[in-house]
């Protein structure tokens, strides 16, 4: 905030606060022993205080509620409801703050992305749970109005903090996720799918690059760590989407900055890694004794590879040629159960949503061709940039631009939501993560190859430097 009204503000705050907490203490005193509302006056406590200094701390906390909401760890319930509260202050408090910049601009990929919520409106009126999928569709635009403002301004000139910060927060999460699953056990991510999501998208392709842009060989030593037990968790999870995913990730990187090595390294230690798990955790269901029929098949040979998702593509198939023009409702699909039945407020309800086994067949059922061009459009827009970058990569090596480990976790993220339902599904957490980093990224791209190549001779050894280990982009 401008420093004219901090001298203002910061006083009015804490007496406001101390006035409040003089009121509750005199006129209500239960509300003070009641945990429900003392863990209320909390959360609004930290939101506040990551809404004042917006810029450093609101998109921590942003991934911190949803991701917290989506797993099985004490006060999940109130994160569940606390998430979209934290989503309102963090689209409408960024969107004005990003609006006070003069420079403040919007693209192509913008304006998909506004189309797109406007599809997802008109398709809601057409829904058999309309109070669903209208709130499912606002969901979307508040969360494509926090992309195209607040996640921008958590970047925006403070790129070597930012990704510095992202690089630590993978790290403490792969390490409590492995205590959770090697050692006590605890499927914290509730159910496989979860897990191999997180590792392969995200934790995977940054820990990689991690690695690579390391500045010592103490740093580099436990990034690597790091890295071995992500891809240990990815593999144990047995989910062939996420290690898709992760693969696509790691080759963005490995083939883009022309690290071969790097890569037929990883690929051995992959290969052992999947050795190891067969052996000291195997699936409970395998009956198969290769490596092979583990992995690939899961132990159902006779369904083939893909013999999980064919029956939710052809259900979804058929619901598209059922409502071929708006579809069955963004967020919701027709089913024969009562539309009245479901009562969660701040969760989909199992009546009204199933599985699709794509994402991109699921919002194609959502919103109907009509409504399907502008999704579509932004995918792509995605895609040729990420393609775009890749090729930029090889030709000047820079590893140290803010583009490359976007490009990365967003190619990980097309492939593996290509083989589940979640890239416009708002109140998951890795689509908040993958669409915050998609609007970032279009920030950051190079814009001309030529005025930003760096040459390898010039990068800094260290990495991060004022715009020259930094490549930004041209406005």
């Not at 907490?21 to 406590?45: C, E, K």
């Not at 979307?140 to 607040?150: D, E, K, Q, T, W």
């Not at 024969?336 to 969760?347: K, Q």
Request: proline share 3%.
């Amino acid at each position: 905030m401008d420093e004219r009204y901090t001298k203002l503000i910061l006083p009015i705050t804490l007496l406001s606060c101390c006035l409040l907490a003089v009121y509750l203490a005199i006129f209500r005193p239960g509300y003070l022993s009641s945990a429900r509302y003392l863990g209320t006056l909390i959360f609004l406590q930290i939101t506040a205080a990551a809404i004042w200094n917006y810029r450093q701390r609101f998109f921590v906390l942003m991934v911190v509620v949803f991701l917290w909401a989506g797993m099985a760890l004490p006060l999940r319930e109130a994160w569940v409801s606390g998430r979209w509260f934290v989503l309102l202050a963090g689209a409408l408090v960024g969107f004005v703050i990003y609006m006070k910049d003069r420079d403040h601009h919007f693209r192509l990929f913008h304006l998909a992305a506004s189309l797109c919520v406007l599809a997802a409106m008109v398709s809601a009126m057409v829904s058999a749970y309309p109070e669903q999928a209208i709130l499912k569709a606002l969901s979307l635009m508040l969360l494509f109005l926090y992309g195209a403002a607040g996640a921008r301004l958590a970047l925006m000139g403070r790129e070597a903090r930012f990704f510095s910060g992202v690089l630590l927060g993978c790290e403490i999460l792969v390490y409590i996720s492995a205590i959770s699953y090697f050692i006590f056990h605890l499927q914290i991510f509730g159910n496989p799918n979860s897990l191999g999501a997180v590792m392969g998208v995200a934790a995977v392709p940054f820990l990689l690059w991690g690695v690579i842009i390391s500045e010592g060989e103490r740093q580099q030593r436990r990034r690597t760590f790091a890295l071995v037990l992500s891809v240990l968790l990815l593999l144990s999870s047995y989910a062939r989407a996420g290690i898709v995913g992760g693969v696509v990730g790691c080759l963005v990187l490995c083939i883009g900055l022309r690290r071969y090595r790097l890569l037929i390294k990883g690929l051995g230690v992959a290969l052992l890694s999947a050795v190891l798990v067969v052996g000291l955790a195997p699936m409970q269901e395998e009956q198969a004794e290769s490596v092979t029929s583990s992995f690939l098949y899961k132990g159902h040979r006779d369904e083939g590879v893909l013999g999980s998702r064919i029956t939710a593509w052809q259900r979804t198939s058929e619901s598209i040629q059922e409502h071929p023009w708006f579809g069955t409702g963004f967020g919701t699909s027709f089913t024969h159960d009562d539309p009245t039945a479901h009562t969660l407020a701040f969760e989909s309800a199992d009546e009204a949503t199933r599985e699709h086994g794509s994402s991109y067949l699921a919002i194609a059922e959502w919103v109907g061709l009509l409504g399907v061009l502008p999704f579509f459009t932004l995918i792509a827009l995605v895609g040729f940039e990420v393609i775009r970058v890749m090729g930029w990569m090889r030709s000047v090596g820079n590893a140290y631009a803010p583009a490359v480990p976007i490009a990365a976790v967003l190619a990980a993220g097309l492939a593996h939501a290509a083989f589940e339902d979640w890239l416009f599904a708002v109140g998951y957490y890795l689509c908040v993560f993958f669409w915050s980093f998609a609007f970032v990224f279009m920030d950051v791209i190079p814009r001309t190859a030529p005025s930003l190549a760096v040459s390898r001779a010039s990068q800094p050894s260290g990495g991060w430097s004022n715009g020259v280990g930094v490549v930004l982009p041209q406005r």
